[in-house]
């Protein structure tokens, strides 16, 4: 035994609150286009209980809070009955293999389109500014966003309510928590950020007044579920879907201090360096004084591998470190990290492709050449 090799901080255990982690490498929550009408899809079981490990936390893709949520094609929801009773397999597989799975909740707010509306009305957001077309993750198609409707003051805890009843479907649906996802560009973020916020009510103008619709989900989540089982994901450094922010430092902070108080289980930051959704950059900033701020579990993301992965947690910058492409090309991460065994590149193409199969859950695990 003495010759053994130290076992890699990725790979040492980990006590997130009532649930007893073997290693500290997280699914990232990953957008994948597969569940047809919002609803998801029984190939959504071999996908997740494919990275399940015994003591490993995965986080699942977006799913909308309600039908004003959604902005993409085929991604799920968790507002009906049937969604509820289609994320039951799903989360029974992961909890066959000794899992830990929390549903990340979200809305787009104005990264939508009528399209994606209930009768074709027009998105919702903090504001009425339009979001500029984008081209989509195919480096092809241009996606197109319908300027949005500013929500009145009377209607913003409706969207609040949608956020608490996700979570309790959640909690219907088997999973061990939730994630709300205040992240990336979406409604959250588009009322955190005053690039976007642009309101003059209690829900705009000061620093505070713009994490108020934040908080007011957080409040409402842990009330119905318990603080015990809510996480969060936040980007303050992010400029995704023209949602910067002026100071994204005070911001961050005000953040975590002000979750502090709500005592939730964790909190998700991405890197400063992920400046937008999967391009890395140098960067002065740090996420080391939030992660000293929180009082709860910390994850990052946003660029890691084996490396600079182990690095962070040896040196305290995160309890925790969630992985997107690596994880979604080798559903055996952990296990390819402790024998540092070659890694499947990922196939961007076929990231946000409707094939069941294709790209989805094919990669071949270490151990097998299917």
């Known amino acids: 035994m003495a010759n053994q090799a130290p076992t890699l901080p990725l790979l040492t255990p980990y006590k997130l609150g009532k649930f007893d982690l073997s290693h500290r490498v997280v699914l990232a929550p990953l957008t994948r286009q597969?569940?047809?009408?919002?609803?998801?899809?029984?190939?959504?079981?071999?996908?997740?209980?494919?990275?399940?490990s015994k003591g490993g936390l995965l986080i699942t893709e977006?799913?909308?809070?309600?039908?004003?949520?959604?902005?993409y094609p085929d991604t799920p929801g968790i507002w009906t009955k049937e969604q509820v009773e289609a994320w039951k397999p799903i989360v029974n597989a992961v909890h066959a293999k000794g899992g830990i799975v929390f549903c990340q909740i979200w809305h787009v707010g104005r990264v939508s389109n009528t399209g994606f509306q209930p009768n074709g009305q027009v998105p919702i957001s903090s504001t009425d500014k339009p979001l500029t077309p984008q081209i989509r993750s195919n480096g092809i198609d241009v996606a197109q966003f319908t300027p949005p409707r500013r929500l009145r003051t009377d209607e913003i805890p409706q969207i609040v309510n949608d956020f608490r009843l996700a979570a309790r479907n959640a909690m219907e649906a088997g999973f061990d928590g939730v994630e709300i996802h205040g992240a990336h560009g979406y409604l959250i973020d588009q009322f955190l950020k005053d690039q976007v916020n642009d309101r003059t009510d209690q829900y705009g103008g000061s620093l505070e007044k713009r994490c108020r619709f934040a908080l007011d989900i957080v409040e409402a989540v842990v009330n119905e579920i318990g603080a015990d089982k809510v996480g969060i994901r936040l980007s303050p450094f992010a400029d995704y879907m023209e949602s910067g922010d002026s100071n994204p430092k005070e911001l961050g902070l005000y953040l975590v201090n002000s979750l502090n108080k709500y005592r939730i289980l964790y909190c998700h930051m991405v890197e400063p360096r992920m400046k937008t959704l999967g391009e890395k950059i140098e960067c002065p900033h740090s996420l080391v004084p939030m992660r000293k701020a929180f009082n709860?579990?910390?994850?990052?993301?946003?660029?890691?591998?084996?490396?600079?992965?182990?690095?962070?947690?040896?040196?305290?910058?995160?309890?925790?470190?969630?992985?997107?492409?690596?994880?979604?090309?080798?559903?055996?991460?952990?296990?390819?990290?402790?024998?540092?065994?070659?890694?499947?590149?990922?196939?961007r193409d076929t990231f946000y492709i409707s094939d069941p199969v294709l790209g989805y859950t094919d990669y071949p695990f270490l151990d097998s050449t299917a």
């Open 34 to 52: 597969r569940s047809y009408g919002y609803v998801p899809q029984p190939p959504a079981i071999l996908y997740y209980s494919q990275r399940a």
């Open 62 to 71: 977006a799913t909308g809070v309600s039908d004003t949520a959604q902005g």
């Open 296 to 347: 709860g579990t910390f994850i990052a993301a946003g660029g890691f591998d084996r490396e600079d992965g182990n690095k962070a947690v040896a040196e305290g910058r995160s309890d925790l470190i969630a992985f997107g492409r690596w994880f979604l090309a080798n559903p055996d991460l952990p296990k390819k990290f402790e024998l540092n065994a070659p890694l499947n590149k990922y196939n």
